[in-house]
Every structure is written in C-alpha cells, then in structure tokens.
C-alpha cells in the first residue's frame, strides 16, 4: 500500500504497518536481511545500518508493525519473551520494588525469584485481581507493578484502568504482558499501561515456528533505553524469526476471530460434561473477571483452564487427546494440551501453587483453528 496504515484499522495495520514496499526491488513483502554487517560510503559518516546487533530492517519491520498494532511510541524485537522480559527489567535499580500478579508464567516467576532477586530488586506477589492487595503491597521503594490479564492457567481478570492508576498515583510503571489475548484483543497502553510485553512466540507468530518476544513502549525514553540496552546486552532477535513472526502477524486478526469461535464451542461442551468439575475462562458469564474483561478487551480468547478433579484423571485425559496435542505453549494454529502443575508452572514451587489453587487436577487448553466439531468430539473421547 502507499501511505501510511497509522489510522487504518487493525486487519491492514497488522499487514501493512512496518512492511512497506522494499525499496530496492519492490517486493512486497520485506526480505530477510540475513546480514551481520554493512558496507559502509566512507570513513566517518553516520549509516543507517552499520552492525546486525544495532540494526536490521526485517526486524526493524516488525517493530515498528507491533508498536502500530499495541498504539505504542515504538517497538523492540527479542530473541525470547523472556530476552524481552530481561531487558524490561533494567528499567530497575537496586533496591527497586515490584509488585508481580502472584499466578504470572512460571518463567517470570522464576526468573524474578531465582535470578534478579540476587541483584537487589525486589517483588512483592499480590492477587492483582484484589486492588486492596496490591495497595497494601506498594512501598515507597516501588517502581514497578506487573500484571498478565488474563493470568495462566488461573485466568484471573486484573482491572488495568485501576491499577493503572494505583501504579501512577505512586510513580510505578505498569507493565502488562498481554501474550494471552495479543492486540487484537486487548490493547493495555489504551487502559494506561506504560509498557507491553509479549512473547511473540505465541498468537502473534502463531504457527509454532518460531520464538520471540517484543516490548512496546509508551514513552520516547523507554523507547531509547530498550534500543540502548538491545544493543548493549545483545539479545536481540534473529532476521528469519523477525520475518516469520511478521507473516504471522498479518493473519493475526483471521487467527483470533477462529481461535475465540472454536473456543466458544469447545466450553459450551466442557461446562456441562459430568467428569469436567470447573471451568475457568473469563468468557463465561459467572466468571468473577468476565464484566472487567468485557470492559477492557474486545474478546476473550482461546487459552483456558478446566479441572477434571485428580492427577490420575488429568494424565488420562492427556494420553487419551488424538487431535489436541500434549505440549507446552499456546496460541498456534494448532490445539494444544498441558498440565500446569507438572509442565508450564512445574518451577513454582508446590507450597505456592497450592496458594494459587494450581492442582493436579487442571489441564490447561490452547484451542486451535481446526475444525472446532473435531475438538470438541477429540476431548468428549478422551473424558469419557
Ligand atoms: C505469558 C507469557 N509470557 C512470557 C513467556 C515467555 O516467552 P518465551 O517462551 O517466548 O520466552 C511465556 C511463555 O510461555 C508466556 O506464556
């Protein structure tokens, strides 16, 4: 397209923003710059691009197309979610505080506990649901408060407008990691969030090839102190991965509006099978999240959690799926099956979990695009 996609609407933002015509050949879609360095005119002169670390247009690309998707100051590209993570948490000086959703991915989890803590930061793990709570948690000391909305695989629902506002009226940043419900469904920087992680390795990649993670930023500066520290650390994202998550991205709206649908069916059958005991998705009417959900996203996803009573029942069920597959990770093209406890939160510790209401008996479910009579006939044979 000619011009500039910023005011289109989602669908051609998330094809075209970022991806112009590449202005040596034309081609329409942004190569693959698989470069480490470029040639430069002369000695002493101030390139574009000089060192693959600092600069590379297919990743560049992606960047820009993720900061027009979250309505951000711009966007910074990572080898992982949690190189992303890593490099979101060097907005912190010794001694800083962190109030942290106490049911965040087991990786933050570990990461902050097992790794930063041994650098003089601090967390404090609050129901973020419960305002209150995280009131009561804020120090003066604290720079920071961290939600995932909906959480894994509790699906709790935090109020990003009120605790956006709890976070400023005490000189916090709010970070939202917002990978369960990508853009298209919830765009935190418009509820007050000041930065957005994800990881991209998720529905914004969506087809389970590739792994990345993004940070949208809010402010100029925080822009240039990711770039500052994206260079300095290195833990940047390959150009073949930024190019496999940008073609992602362009069916991204497609993507959810399948993902959300199937999901609908796959719950409707879920609530009312007799060995199903619970089902936690903030898109059912008696969820405790579903009004604030409603309020502050347009969908409610396709990742959810049921509980089938016991560890022996959870293992059938995961040995018995042909269609769902047993793995970890969410928000592919395909159907995806997992068991907290044991795989994605196996690094919380039992004592927490237990704290969380992170039983044996959950299994957690990323509904794909297949057919959804298919999911949906695929769990009723392996719960029955
Ligand atoms: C919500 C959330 N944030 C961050 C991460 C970390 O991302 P990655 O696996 O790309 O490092 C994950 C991974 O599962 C996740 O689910």
Redesign the pocket.
Known sequence: MKGDPKNLGFATRAIHAGNPPDPTTGAVVTPIYQTSTYVQDGVGGEPEYEYGRVQNPTRRGLEINIAALEGGVDGHAFA????A?QTLMTLLEVGDHTVVSHN??G??FRFFTQVLSRYGLEFSWVDTTDLAAVRAAIRPETRMVYV?TPT?PMMEVTDLAAIAELAHEHDAVLVV?N??LSPYFQRPLEHGADVV?H????YLNGHSDA???LLVSSTPEQAEWFAFVSKSAGNILAPMEAFLIQRGIKTLAVRMQTHESNTRQVVAMLVQHPAVKAVLYPGLPDHPGHEIQKRQATGFGATLTFDVGSYAAAKRLLERVRVFSLA???GGVESLISHPASM?HASVPAAERAKLGLTDGLVRISVGIENAEDLVRDLEQALD
């Open positions: 992982t979610g949690m190189a993570i965040v991915y990786g933050t995932e894994n990691d990978t369960f992680v990881s991209a390795t998720k792994m990345g993670g970890e990770s969410l994605t």
